[in-house]
């Protein structure tokens, strides 16, 4: 979000200044969990890598016992294994956050009403770029428009004003309660 594109909404500098400061503590609360995150990812990558090489070493310490190799090798694939499922857990996590930040650019209403109207194992994910969204965003946005923020503005009503404005040369207040007001004064 930038102040040149509030500024276009013609909106006022106080106004903005409220909206960056909002926008300000979301964007740090985000960054926060980001490097939270990051740090915790690294810390268990760092315990698989040890885990590995214990196992290694573990099994060139052990030459003579066919079953503790055999245990050791079992290890080693169930760590391959996990390290695999978490993979695929992340690709996941992140197409799915690929797929709802486009929903909220499309201008989806609400995006968890969007979700099932889209076929997730159509879409990849390579290289942070997501490939088979937009077609079927296109078609949900032309099948059920509803659910997103209509594309162009909306034209302003017509203003309707009350009141009798049948003699303007008369002085004498429209409203009852001001006309009783101005008989005491």
């Given at each position: 979000?930038?102040?040149?594109?509030?500024?276009?909404?013609?909106?006022?500098?106080?106004?903005?200044?409220?909206?960056?400061?909002?926008?300000?503590?979301?964007?740090?609360?985000l960054?926060?969990?980001?490097?939270?995150?990051?740090?915790?990812?690294?810390s268990?990558?760092?315990?698989?890598?040890?885990?590995?090489?214990?196992?290694?070493?573990?099994?060139?310490?052990?030459?003579?016992?066919?079953?503790?190799?055999?245990?050791?090798?079992?290890?080693?694939?169930?760590?391959?294994?996990?390290?695999?499922?978490?993979?695929?857990?992340?690709?996941?996590?992140?197409?799915?956050?690929?797929?709802?930040?486009?929903?909220?650019?499309?201008?989806?209403?609400?995006?968890?009403?969007?979700?099932?109207?889209?076929?997730?194992?159509?879409?990849k994910?390579?290289?942070?770029?997501?490939?088979?969204?937009?077609?079927?965003?296109?078609?949900?946005?032309?099948?059920?428009?509803?659910?997103?923020?209509?594309?162009?503005?909306?034209?302003?009503?017509?203003?309707?004003?009350?009141?009798?404005?049948?003699?303007?040369?008369?002085?004498?207040?429209?409203?009852?309660?001001?006309?009783k007001?101005?008989?005491?004064?």
């Open positions: 979000m930038k102040r040149d594109d509030l500024k276009a909404l013609e909106l006022s500098d106080e106004q903005i200044e409220k909206i960056m400061g909002l926008h300000g503590q979301t964007v740090n609360d960054n926060g969990q980001i490097q939270s995150l990051t740090t915790e990812k690294q268990l990558t760092d315990q698989v890598t040890q885990s590995n090489t214990q196992l290694e070493e573990l099994k060139s310490g052990i030459q003579d016992n066919q079953e503790l190799q055999d245990k050791i090798t079992q290890l080693q694939a169930d760590n391959a294994q996990l390290e695999a499922d978490s993979q695929t857990k992340l690709v996941e996590v992140q197409t799915n956050y690929a797929i709802e930040s486009a929903l909220k650019d499309a201008g989806a209403r609400d995006v968890k009403a969007v979700l099932p109207f889209i076929d997730k194992d159509t879409i994910l390579a290289d942070g770029k997501v490939t088979g969204l937009d077609e079927q965003l296109k078609t949900v946005q032309a099948d059920k428009d509803f659910l997103f923020q209509p594309t162009e503005p909306e034209a302003p009503k017509p203003a309707i004003v009350t009141g009798n404005n049948a003699n303007p040369a008369d002085n004498t207040p429209s409203d009852p309660f001001a006309a007001v101005a008989q005491y004064n």
